[in-house]
């Protein structure tokens, strides 16, 4: 049982920067990983970036982005406060979504294995 809940969406415009919250309400087994995944009418979930926290995770797969956020989106985390952050920057109308936060035992790039959501918070980006 963890609730999941996102903030910081907004409208912003293209070139400008938001910065996602996501607040869990407790972090258990099924919490080591954390991700960003975001959604747009007619298209398939996919994911933005993951942090695990797995002890055996390799330092290499601790952190991962979608290619599409690659080098303008940052993941972090505050732990001890049960938050998950998204600092996006230069942001296009391509990035105009729902973002959601999730949770899971382990990280994956398919959203179906993810057990934990929150309800989103929506990313409009207008030019």
């Known amino acids: 049982q963890v609730d999941l809940v996102e903030s910081g969406g907004g409208r912003v415009q293209a070139g400008g920067s938001l910065r996602l919250t996501c607040t869990s309400s407790?972090?258990?087994?099924?919490?080591?990983?954390m991700a960003w995944f975001r959604q747009s009418p007619g298209k398939e979930r996919e994911l933005v970036a993951w942090i695990d926290n797995d002890v055996g995770t390799l330092d290499s797969n601790r952190i991962r982005y979608g290619k599409s956020v690659k080098g303008r989106f940052t993941v972090s985390q505050d732990r001890a406060k049960t938050t998950l952050y998204l600092q996006m920057n230069n942001l296009k109308p391509e990035d105009s979504d729902i973002y959601y936060c999730a949770a899971n035992s382990a990280c994956y790039f398919d959203p179906k294995f993810y057990v934990a959501w929150g309800p989103g918070t929506q990313v409009t980006v207008y030019s």
């Open positions: 407790e972090y258990t087994a099924n919490s080591d990983c």
